[in-house]
Every structure is written in structure tokens, then in C-alpha cells.
């Protein structure tokens, strides 16, 4: 097999088409260690985050129905599309400047589908079924007892997955709630979990692979946000070829193929940087300990520069090295400042449902509807006032509006004017809303009277 050859289809796909089933060998060694230490870490803190609270309300609360999100104690509305906006680019420029350093580490060592495939749900598998050997004897076969029992634990897997999936959306306690209950009292819920449950169970039972190799468009962005000197698994062609056995090639491969099997894509890395590669690193282990067996120094598969695997000097410093920690430090700087103006509450003023206005014996008198969010964690009373119009009178069913902590209320208020107040049917006025401990906010509005267009 040369070095430059690459498959005609997908590695996980046979000739005809049909679905070749991927059944790496498990190579311990330095990075799966490390990897092991970094995805238990995530696996952790996914179990654990939702039980964390903050100012009285969970660290992370995708509150979707009440359209509110929850991070970290700060509260984002529907309206918030700025701060959101912000926030994901923020993500989204991070993960390529990540990238641009230290190629596809965060497929490899972060991202949920390696994470879950590789810590949890793949070593229950090999638990099971056993080993590679095991597992291709059982295909063989067509499955059976072990294949049922395996299907069986990822099914009770997946449920605990999609429950504490849920509770970022439900918080624990509700979610508690909800199970005692019984699917009965909360079909809703109970059905979006069987739905979350059926897609961890498919994606980790069946998709698995594909979900990389076939679905994910992060793969096929690293031919854009890869360079020569980005950080990838790189096969040392200089070093390795000729490649056969010890003593009888000068090159350092001895053609074991323990790269390959141990792929969770299937992939030979000796083709080079392909799109399947997820940076995982399980060849490097695997290489690393058949080095050692012949005595041969370690590194034919390393994590390397492509510049660097090629004979060259990996720079460090590049445009994108330069560009992506500039944009990165503008959109935090702006999402800071964004976050910080955004104030304690949430006021808008909307005119009545009814008529423009209603004339009577009392004066010109205005409909208008006030919403006010909470955006802070204690309840607060919102004294709403009239500016720039003294002959008015403002009339509230209650004034101050007591609102809950993360709540939102909306009050009808009216004013009512005499008819000098206007100039051509309109006058300019302000709101001012304010909870006497240290928010306040005006807002402006225009009363409509006789002569209004």
C-alpha cells in the first residue's frame, strides 16, 4: 500500500455501497490517558451543571417556552438577539483560532460525539462483546445474546443521558418532579425525552462514525481553517518509507496496520491529512508502542505541523494566528459592553388594543400598555411615571408593579389630557420606570389626541 494512495469510496462504506461496520482495537498509551482524564472531566461537568446554582437559579437554565436563557447568573431574553448573536460568534471565532493552533483538538479531546463514542459507550461495548476480534466474530455471526444485552444497557444509557439533557432546559427540580409524576401527569416532557433518548441511542448504537465523517460540516471546514502549520496527526512519509518488515526496508513503518485498526474511522493515516481524521490520536499510541517493541524511537506518527512533516520549520506566528485572537478579543470586548448596558430591566410601552385615544368629559384620554422583565434574581417594585406633561393624569390599576425575580409583567395604563396638550393630534412625552433601588429608564412615547393623522 503506498503512502499516496487514498480509497476510492468512504471507510465506511464497502465497494457496493453497504455500511462497513468500524471496529477499532483499543490502543492504551500516553494521549488516551490524557484524553480519558480531559473527557471524564466534560462528562462530569455535564452531569453535575445542572445541580450548580447561582443567585438562586441554575448556573445553565435554557428556559425555552418562557424564552429566557440562563448563564453563569446573567439572564438573556428573546430580545437579546445582540448579546446572543455576539456570544455565538464569540464561540464560533474561538473554536477557529483553536483550530488554526492546534488543528481538530476539540473533535479529538472535547467534542460530545468522541467524548461519549470512545469513554462510554464504545468501552461498554467492547465490555460486552470484547475485543475487536470479539466484535467482528459477532458480525459474523449476526449478533446475538451479547449484541441484545449491549443494545439493552446503551437503551438505559441513553434515557439517563436524555434526562439530564433535559434538565438544562427544565432545571432538576422540575425534572424531578416530572419523574416521580410519571410520564402520565407530564406526556409533553416525557415525549421530548424519548425522542432525545431515541437520538442518543441511534447516534451512539448505529450513526456513530458517520456522525464525523458523513454529517458534521466541521470536517469539511478544515480545509479552510487548516494551514501547513496547524497541529495535525501526521504520518512521517521521510521516515517511514519504504515501509515493510524490520530489516528488510530502511524504512521505519513495518506495515503492521496497528495505525489502522485502531482508527474510530476506519482511516489509514499513512495516506495523509484526510477529512475522517479526528485527531484522536489512537494511532499515535498504537505506533508509539510498536516503536518501542523494535526498538525504533518514537514519533513515526506524531502530532506535527504538515510543514514540519515535510522537512520545514513550523511558524507560529501567521496571519490567522494573528487575525482570529484580534476579532476574538473585539467581540468579547464587545460583549462585555453589550452585556453591562443592558440594565437590570426590561421596559417596553406599547399603545392600547382599543382606539387611538377616547375624548370625554374628563379630557383626551391614552391606552397604553407597559411590559416590564425582571432581569435580576429578587423581586422588585417598578414605579411608572409621566414626564413632560404636567396637566395629565396618569391612571394605574397598581403603581408600583410588583414583579418576581426573572418575571415579566404587563400593566394597562391610561393618561388622560387636555385637548391644548396637542399640536397637530400629537404630543411628546416620556415614561420613566424605576424600582427606587437604583434602576431607572425613560421611555419615549407619543400621546395621540383630536387632529392625529
Known amino acids: 500500500m503506498s503512502s499516496d494512495s487514498l480509497p476510492d469510496v468512504l471507510t465506511t462504506m464497502n465497494a457496493d455501497g453497504s455500511r462497513r461496520w468500524v471496529r477499532p482495537k483499543r490502543a492504551p498509551g500516553r494521549f ?23 443567585n438562586g437559579r441554575p448556573v445553565v437554565l435554557l428556559d425555552v417556552p418562557a424564552r429566557q436563557f440562563h448563564l453563569f447568573g446573567r439572564t438573556f431574553l428573546s430580545t437579546d438577539g445582540v448579546l446572543l448573536m455576539l456570544l455565538l ?29 470512545e469513554l462510554l459507550f464504545r468501552p461498554i461495548e467492547q465490555w460486552i462483546e470484547g475485543g475487536r476480534k470479539g466484535q467482528l466474530d459477532l458480525d459474523k455471526r449476526g449478533g446475538g445474546a451479547r449484541r441484545v444485552l449491549k443494545y439493552a444497557v446503551f437503551v438505559l444509557l441513553s434515557a439517563v443521558v436524555a434526562n439530564i439533557f433535559l434538565a438544562y432546559f427544565v432545571g432538576v427540580a422540575r425534572l424531578g418532579v416530572w419523574i416521580i409524576d410519571g410520564p402520565i401527569a407530564h406526556p409533553t416532557g416525557f415525549l421530548v425525552m424519548l425522542v432525545t433518548a431515541g437520538l442518543v441511542f441511534f447516534d451512539f448504537g448505529y450513526f456513530r462514525e458517520q456522525m464525523c465523517t458523513v454529517a458534521c460540516p466541521y470536517a469539511r471546514f478544515q480545509s479552510v481553517l487548516l494551514d501547513q502549520d496547524s497541529l495535525i496527526v501526521g504520518y512521517d512519509v521521510k521516515r517511514g518509507e519504504p515501509r515493510g518488515k524490520k530489516g528488510k526496508v ?104 382599543s382606539a387611538p385615544y377616547v375624548a370625554d368629559q374628563a379630557g383626551i384620554r391614552n391606552q397604553i400598555r407597559v411590559k416590564i422583565q425582571n432581569r435580576g434574581n429578587d423581586a422588585r417594585r417598578y414605579r411608572i411615571e409621566l414626564l413632560g406633561l404636567q396637566e395629565a393624569t396618569l391612571i394605574a ?52 389626541g383630536p387632529g392625529a393623522s
Not at 488516551?32 to 447561582?54: E, K, Y
Not at 483550530?99 to 479529538?108: F, I
Not at 476579532?327 to 410601552?349: D, K
Open 250 to 353: 530502511e524504512g521505519d513503518c513495518v506495515d503492521c496496520n496497528a495505525c489502522v485498526v485502531t482508527c474510530p474511522t476506519g482511516i489509514d493515516i499513512r495516506h495523509g491529512l484526510q477529512m475522517e481524521c479526528v485527531a484522536c490520536a489512537q494511532c499515535i499510541d498504537a505506533c508509539d508502542k510498536v516503536m518501542d517493541k523494535i526498538g525504533r524511537p518514537r514519533g513515526l506518527i506524531r502530532y506535527a505541523s504538515q510543514r514540519s512533516l515535510e522537512g520545514g520549520e513550523r511558524k507560529g506566528l501567521r496571519p490567522r494566528t494573528v487575525a482570529y485572537p484580534l476579532l476574538l478579543t473585539l467581540l468579547v470586548g464587545a460583549l462585555v459592553f453589550a452585556g453591562g448596558s443592558a440594565g437590570q430591566a426590561e421596559v417596553t410601552v406599547l399603545r392600547g388594543l
Open 89 to 117: 460568534l464569540t464561540i464560533f471565532v474561538g473554536v477557529f483560532w483553536l483550530t488554526a493552533l492546534l488543528g481538530r483538538v476539540w473533535c479529538g479531546w472535547a467534542c460530545p460525539q468522541t467524548v461519549y463514542m
Open 397 to 448: 390599576p397598581e403603581n408600583p408593579l410588583a414583579i418576581d425575580g426573572g418575571a415579566r409583567r404587563e400593566t394597562t395604563v391610561f393618561v388622560v389630557s387636555p385637548p391644548s396638550a396637542f399640536t397637530g393630534g400629537v404630543r411628546d412625552v416620556e415614561f420613566r420606570v424605576s424600582d427606587g433601588e437604583g434602576f431607572e429608564t425613560t421611555v419615549p412615547y407619543k400621546l395621540l
Open 32 to 54: 488516551l490517558t490524557l484524553r480519558a482524564i480531559v473527557g471524564w472531566g466534560l462528562i462530569v461537568l455535564f452531569v453535575v451543571l445542572p445541580f450548580i446554582h447561582w
